[in-house]
């Protein structure tokens, strides 16, 4: 497989491309964080062309109020993975802008890349023991689905995991049909 090729940017334009992303994502600038590699007394914008300790990890805490972490390790110098962090950052924030953020969600957990946390059961999900028919399923999911939704005061990431539990206990809900 080749390589992916990252024109080189000086940490500091970086972290300023890095800052105005976030500005126009509407993440305020004490909400998010670059982990640096090593610290030094030194300025850091000099020290990100360092192979032994090139990874670069951004933490924010998005409009949801949901914390995420990034990190970086794919290239040889910080100042190229710092780069890679901020594209993907952008990206994120265009696919929110256009309203694909829970499809890409969705196609994370499909993939099993581990790029998202790991569900909970939805029996949990929904407080139903195990066996709960569709019907009584359905009342649970109109109840939380009215707590959860964003619009409601919800998150979006409670009502997508309310959903996907939903989707997960109607398959296992659904009558078995006898072989032809």
């Given at each position: 497989?080749?390589?992916?090729?990252?024109?080189s940017y000086?940490?500091?334009?970086?972290l300023?491309?890095?800052?105005?992303?976030?500005?126009r994502?509407?993440?305020?600038?004490?909400d998010?964080?670059?982990?640096?590699?090593?610290?030094t007394?030194?300025?850091?914008r000099t020290q990100w062309?360092?192979?032994?300790?090139?990874?670069?990890?951004?933490?924010?805490?998005?409009r949801?109020?949901?914390?995420?972490?990034?990190?970086?390790?794919?290239?040889p110098?910080?100042?190229?993975?710092?780069?890679?962090?901020?594209?993907?950052v952008?990206?994120?924030?265009?696919?929110?802008?256009r309203?694909?953020?829970?499809a890409?969600?969705?196609?994370?957990?499909?993939?099993?890349?581990?790029?998202t946390?790991a569900?909970r059961?939805?029996?949990?999900?929904?407080?139903?023991?195990?066996?709960?028919?569709?019907?009584e399923?359905d009342?649970?999911?109109?109840?939380?689905?009215?707590?959860?939704?964003?619009?409601?005061?919800?998150?979006?990431?409670?009502?997508q995991?309310?959903?996907?539990a939903?989707?997960?206990l109607?398959?296992?809900?659904?009558?078995?049909?006898a072989?032809?």
């Amino acid at each position: 497989m080749q390589r992916y090729a990252v024109q080189s940017y000086a940490y500091g334009v970086t972290l300023d491309d890095l800052a105005r992303c976030f500005e126009r994502w509407g993440v305020g600038p004490y909400d998010w964080t670059v982990i640096p590699p090593r610290q030094t007394a030194a300025d850091q914008r000099t020290q990100w062309d360092d192979p032994e300790s090139a990874r670069v990890v951004i933490e924010w805490t998005n409009r949801d109020h949901i914390p995420v972490r990034m990190s970086i390790a794919v290239f040889p110098t910080t100042a190229e993975n710092l780069r890679v962090a901020y594209l993907n950052v952008d990206s994120m924030r265009m696919i929110e802008r256009r309203g694909g953020h829970q499809a890409m969600a969705g196609a994370y957990r499909q993939l099993g890349s581990g790029a998202t946390e790991a569900a909970r059961d939805p029996w949990d999900v929904f407080g139903l023991a195990r066996g709960a028919t569709g019907e009584e399923i359905d009342r649970r999911y109109l109840k939380l689905a009215q707590q959860r939704h964003p619009d409601r005061g919800g998150t979006t990431a409670a009502f997508q995991e309310l959903t996907t539990a939903r989707d997960a206990l109607m398959q296992m809900t659904l009558p078995m049909e006898a072989p032809s």
